[in-house]
């Protein structure tokens, strides 16, 4: 993917997963100068040596007076924020994953506040830039599990579905300052190799395209969403999901 990001500034949250790597990686490429924000400066350990105009502020996006502390070195020293991507999330561990009649209080509520209200702290002081500058791009990475629901993960599910609801209430609030909002929902992605994983038969029988995503497929979107091309664009959700949400994947 190719577009003209020259001179931008972008913060990803989150920057050092898979994802997150592979958007941080894609912008810059792109000629963006890119804020590598995780909750510890090990977690992109490497990122700033690999990728051109990059620079890691550690942030913890459940923390408003972080973010306020994030935002405001980023003003003060680059003047402008022009991309921000909402990927920090997290997920029920595989062993506490349980009905909702058995569910941890304590999981659901971290999961809410680095799945959502972490999105709810970023987008409100980024976005308050954004609107004194009258530009700005916001992109939010949701999930598939926002759009169909995943037994035993109900915190994930409600806390990605919010994130989308939350997209479109901001982009109706931002569009009259030129700031765009969108979502982009991964469905199952890879972070190794795709030999190995494509023996999951379990993983892969719900994807038609018979395979898992790339890091470097979601990247693409996001760049393309934070592109001059893309500015007629707000208040969408993009699902890169291989057909995952289309329908059922058996014989009836």
Request: proline share 3%.
């Amino acid at each position: 993917m190719k577009v003209e990001l020259e001179g931008k500034i972008a913060i990803v949250t989150g920057a050092g997963g898979c994802i997150g790597r592979a958007i941080s990686r894609t912008l810059t490429d792109n000629g963006a100068t890119v804020i590598l924000a995780d909750l510890t400066a090990a977690s992109c350990q490497g990122m700033e040596e690999e990728l051109p105009r990059s620079r890691v502020i550690p942030c913890n996006v459940t923390d408003e007076e972080s973010v306020k502390t994030l935002v405001a070195t980023v003003m003060a020293d680059y003047g402008h924020i022009d991309i921000l991507v909402n990927n920090a999330g997290i997920n029920t561990p595989v062993e506490a994953r349980r009905n909702i009649d058995e569910y941890q209080t304590e999981i659901w509520d971290k999961i809410m506040s680095v799945d959502l209200k972490g999105v709810y702290h970023m987008s409100k002081h980024v976005s308050a830039e954004m609107v004194r500058q009258k530009s700005g791009r916001i992109i939010h990475i949701s999930s598939v599990a926002g759009v169909v629901a995943l037994r035993l993960q109900s915190a994930f599910v409600a806390a990605k579905g919010g994130v989308i609801a939350f997209s479109r209430a901001m982009a109706l609030e931002l569009a009259p300052h030129n700031v765009q909002v969108n979502v982009v929902a991964p469905g199952s992605i890879s972070n190794a190799d795709f030999k190995d994983a494509s023996k999951n038969i379990d993983l892969l029988s719900h994807i038609p395209a018979g395979r898992q995503g790339r890091p470097e497929e979601i990247a693409s979107l996001v760049a393309f969403l934070s592109a001059p091309e893309a500015g007629y664009i707000t208040g969408s959700m993009i699902t890169a999901d291989g057909g995952w949400t289309c329908g059922f994947m058996r014989n009836w």
